[in-house]
């Protein structure tokens, strides 16, 4: 997604210099939501029976998860597929053996520390399928901070303004213009789930880390300097 905010007048008279300024900041926030993609995968014989059989076990799940606290508008169907298998062999046509069938939901998690528990209980109620997570933070938390890199943008580069007209012997006048480029907020990487041993005997704990993601703005400053 791309922001934009500028002041840009259509013309602008002066007997000053313009000069141009780009300014970079970024603040730092540890991520509050993840994003789980988790199914069922079944085979069977038929095509009817792969489907039924498919559809039990992801009731299962689907339940698993609503068990776990997750609201229904976090939960969101992101594929069902029906495929046949086949046998090949040399010079003969590919031969139907068996049908696969799968089912996947997104599914949000909107406190961290649940995340683990909540993948040991989908693999205990029949998930064969997990992708992720991936993080992201809450909109309401991310305008805040986007707000303090724009704060530090500007003084970033109105510092640097003040440097440059220091050099040539000049002052900075006023902000002709301000326009602010793309919002960056980097997607952070699919973390490795281990699997760690409380104690010997004990069952396995899913640890997931989010890190840190950081949120950063790009701004363009016109200011005019003068004697």
Same mark, same amino acid.
């Given at each position: ?54 559809? =039990?076990?992801?009731? &299962?799940? $689907? +339940?698993?998860?609503? *068990?776990?606290?997750? #609201?229904?508008?976090?939960? !969101? ?60 933070? =809450?909109?309401?938390? &991310?305008? $805040? +901070?986007?707000?303090? *890199?724009?704060?530090? #943008?500007?003084?970033?580069? !109105? ?60 701004? =363009? ?7």
């Amino acid at each position: 997604m791309t922001a934009t905010a500028q002041t840009s007048p259509a013309y602008v008279a002066t007997d000053g210099t313009l000069l141009s300024v780009s300014a970079q900041a970024e603040v730092k926030r540890v991520p509050d939501i993840a994003t789980v993609s988790t199914g069922v995968v079944t085979q069977a014989t038929d095509a009817n029976a792969a489907m039924r059989a498919n559809a =039990d076990q992801m009731a &299962k799940v $689907v +339940a698993a998860i609503k *068990a776990a606290g997750i #609201a229904e508008r976090d939960i !969101q169907t992101s594929g069902i597929n029906l495929n046949p298998q086949y046998r090949y062999a040399e010079n003969q046509p590919p031969q139907i053996t068996g049908y696969q069938a799968s089912n996947n939901v997104n599914v949000v998690i909107r406190d961290i520390a649940k995340v683990g528990k909540i993948l040991d209980a989908l693999v205990a109620t029949g998930a064969n399928q997990i992708n992720g997570p991936t993080f992201d933070i =809450d909109e309401k938390i &991310k305008e $805040v +901070a986007y707000d303090e *890199a724009r704060q530090a #943008a500007v003084a970033k580069a !109105q510092a640097r303004a003040e440097m440059y007209a220091k050099t040539l012997g000049l002052k900075v006048r006023r902000i002709v213009s301000v326009s602010e480029g793309g919002r960056f907020n980097p997607p952070m990487p699919v973390p490795m789930m281990a699997m760690r041993m409380e104690k010997a005997g004990a069952a396995a704990d899913t640890s997931v880390s989010p890190g840190e993601s950081a949120l950063s703005i790009d701004l =363009d400053v016109v200011f005019e300097l003068g004697k």
